[in-house]
């Protein structure tokens, strides 16, 4: 029963049976959100109804609902969302319910803020209509007892999903990010340059070795410059990476040159004692162009006009 | 061990979870920033960075899981950051080996540990077979 949305480990993902012991929802819990049933269910039209009239009040009621095919939606998979709560089955369907509320939560953008408001509004009709009812005090305190532990129960799964959507877009950006730039550029007839930027993971680090070697093989470079001025820590997995990288060109008749060592590298490479035996290195990149048309003996002249 | 690091002693930390590769850029990032906030140059919060990145691979490869945490130090004469990581992997059985230049169980260059010692104005080290291992570093301003 896992949909793929919550398979992430970035979150807490209890199962039905430990989040009830979590929130100490007992047997007796249930029966008494059960027993609501009868009286709650003919007056939920009302209940919702009551709901929008505050979310009207709000500036996402507009943002959200200003379509009334959405509005019908949203008010139809709120009967559902509440007979749920009523019928108290809490198994893991009930939790994936709950997730995926959380996840359509995420993905239209609706702030926690309002949310948690919601629900908060949700529990004071519970009790305004609860307060209808002929029962004795202590029933009824109960009662709203079990409905409150139940509400944060759901509170809770929907703010775990939302923060795990969240942090999976972040994740999803930045790789996006760093997966854009593995661009190896034929700059000059033999030589090929890459910068890379970001972080160097083993990944990236795989995703070099490849696109460099397919470019030699493709347009049978004889230089490559691979420019770590970008990159934010060269640490010695980065530079054991950039170190295979250079081998592996070499076997292919084409020499790598590691341009941009900036002054904070080279003192993070000395400290770590990192040691890049006879790969040649040049604190920028133009050093390493320079280097690289001399050795192909080419020469840049000043044309006279 | 004496494992149980509490919230509350750290009011301005960070606390990292470190169990997937993206775990360890976070940690880079947030070292980085913390740093270079408390007043280090562009240098020294990069070797900070370093250090923690060593330190965050080498949870992720022998302890797959563990945490980061990274304080801001005010003394009333010095200031400087404080980040700790442990884990409750397989432990070093050999700590003093495993701080020596070029030794490694797993065959890459060995200088993670020492040249996180060499990065660092203080390091501590304590571990644990089959309980785990923490390391505290500190550098000054
Ligand atoms: N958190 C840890 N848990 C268990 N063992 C560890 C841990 N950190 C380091 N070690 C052990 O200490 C050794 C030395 O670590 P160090 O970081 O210096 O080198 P390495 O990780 O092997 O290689 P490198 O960091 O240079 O890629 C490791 O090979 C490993 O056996
Ligand atoms: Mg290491």
């Not at chain 1, 305190?141 to 129960?153: E, G, N, P």
């Not at chain 2, 997937?20 to 947030?30: H, K, N, V």
């Amino acid at each position: 029963m896992m949909s793929n949305f919550y398979t992430s480990d970035a979150g807490d993902m209890r199962n039905a049976a430990t989040l009830q012991t979590l929130y100490k929802i007992s047997e007796e819990d249930i029966q008494y959100i059960r027993g609501l049933g009868e009286f709650m269910l003919p007056q939920m039209d009302h209940m919702v109804h009551t709901w929008y009239e505050w979310l009207m009040t709000q500036p996402e009621y507009e943002q959200f609902f200003a379509d009334s095919r959405a509005l019908h939606h949203a008010q139809k998979m709120q009967h559902i969302y509440w007979e749920q709560f009523i019928e108290a089955q809490l198994d893991d369907n009930y939790v994936e319910s709950r997730r995926k509320i959380g996840e359509t939560h995420a993905r239209i953008g609706l702030s926690m803020t309002i949310f948690f408001a919601g629900m908060s509004i949700f529990h004071d009709l519970f009790s305004k209509i609860m307060a209808q009812r002929n029962l004795k005090l202590k029933e009824q305190v109960r009662t709203i007892d079990a409905v409150s532990k139940l509400l944060h129960l759901d509170t809770g799964i929907v703010c775990e999903v939302y923060t795990i959507m969240s942090n999976e877009t972040i994740t999803a950006q930045s790789r996006s990010l760093m997966e854009m730039s593995t661009p190896v550029t034929q700059i000059w007839e033999n030589i090929l340059l890459l910068p890379v930027v970001g972080i160097v993971d083993s990944k990236r680090a795989q995703d070099i070795m490849n696109a460099v070697l397919s470019a030699i093989n493709r347009t049978q470079s004889r230089i490559f410059i691979l420019d770590i001025s970008g990159v934010a820590v060269v640490d010695t997995a980065v530079a054991n990476h950039l170190i295979k990288i250079t081998k592996a060109t070499r076997l292919m008749g084409c020499e790598s040159t590691i341009s941009g060592i900036s002054p904070a590298i080279a003192q993070t490479m000395i400290e770590l004692g990192i040691d890049v035996g006879t790969i040649k290195t040049t604190a920028n990149m133009m050093d390493a162009l320079n280097d690289s048309f001399r050795s192909l003996n080419l020469q840049i002249h000043k044309v006279e006009r | 061990m004496g494992y149980s690091t509490k919230i509350m002693d750290y009011p301005k930390s960070i606390w990292i979870v470190i169990h997937r590769e993206a775990d360890i850029t976070r940690s880079i990032f947030e070292s980085q920033r913390m740093a270079q906030s408390l007043g280090f140059d562009h240098g020294r919060a990069q070797m900070i960075a370093t250090a923690v990145s060593e330190l965050a691979r080498n949870i992720i490869k022998y302890a797959q899981k563990g945490k980061i945490i990274i304080t801001p130090l005010n003394e009333r004469r010095r200031s400087g950051i404080e980040i700790i990581c442990q884990d409750t992997g397989p432990g070093i059985p050999n700590v003093d080996q495993a701080m020596e230049d070029y030794f490694s169980s797993s065959g890459t260059l060995g200088l993670g540990l020492p040249g996180v010692k060499r990065m660092m104005d203080e390091f501590e080290i304590t571990s644990i077979v089959n309980q785990g291992t923490k390391v505290i570093i500190r550098k000054w301003l």
